[in-house]
């Protein structure tokens, strides 16, 4: 079976209802863990470079899809665009994209002034200063037939200091041992605590926009690992740490932890538990 995860809250609740499924943080084939944004809210004539984080080691890297859409009807209708004309290819078949939002690329700038406002929370016309949501959707590659992965950038026009930025990952501990520079030896059969580690400033001060009081992000990490899921799967705010029972039979085992910001920031780490065979 093939496990692809769909960025969506859709598929993430059908997972949660459907007992049949295996565990979301189970790494048992091919899986894209993340789309991520080096810039979550560029500006509309910046150059951003995303990049679908695969756990897919034999998979080829090439084709995939990528395409742009300027007014999506979200979740409930699986993130269409509102119209054919406001949907358009970009070129790259492969896993990395880089995405020109300028005049020499989309100019989103020109193209958002022709198509018309989008509505805010507050019902008021978004303005770039504001920030106007564009959607990346990605399919092909591992991801099965039919299915897809979207991205929502926010383009705003502001000081860069004043814009949202990914989590910043410092490092991801085993056992209390930094993952980072290669490969963790532990036992088999045993429980190996694994933890992330955020650089000071990661959890961003912010403005809210549908209340206008200010807030600090609560980051929520997403753990994956092969052989069996961490336990608990998802934690958030200063719960940064879960549990892994490794398999028995030794081997290398890969773990990843997704963190987000709940704003559109994210970012991808992991590492390789060097599972001992038992005597």
Known sequence: MRNTLL??????????????FDPQGLLAGERLLAVVADAPE??????????????????PAAGFTWRVCLASLGA???????????EFAVEGDGPDLTLDLGPAGLDFRRRYAEFGPVAGLDGEDLTLEDGVPLWVKLSGGPLGEGESAVK???????????RNHNPAIADVT?????ALAGPIAVAADADVALAVVL???????????????????????????????PDPESTFGD?????????????????????????????????????????
């Open 174 to 178: 085993v056992n209390g041992a930094s």
């Open 152 to 162: 929502r950038l926010r383009v705003r026009d502001a000081d860069p200091d004043a």
């Open 42 to 59: 560029p500006s509309p004539d910046q150059v951003v470079h995303l990049r679908a984080v695969l756990h897919d080691p034999g998979a």
């Open 239 to 279: 719960d940064r740490d879960t549990t892994l029972h490794t398999p028995s039979g030794g081997g290398d085992v890969a773990f990843y932890v997704v963190v987000r910001d709940g704003r559109g920031g994210q970012s991808v780490a992991g590492g390789t538990l060097r599972v001992g065979r038992p005597r």
């Open 7 to 20: 960025l969506t809250s859709l598929a993430l609740s059908a997972a949660a209802c459907e007992d049949t």
């Open 76 to 86: 409930p209708a699986a993130y269409a665009c509102a119209d054919p004309a406001l």
């Open 199 to 229: 650089a000071g400033d990661a959890a961003e001060p912010y403005t809210d926009d549908a209340t206008g009081e200010d807030r600090r992000e609560v980051p929520v990490y997403r753990w994956f690992a092969e052989g069996a899921a």
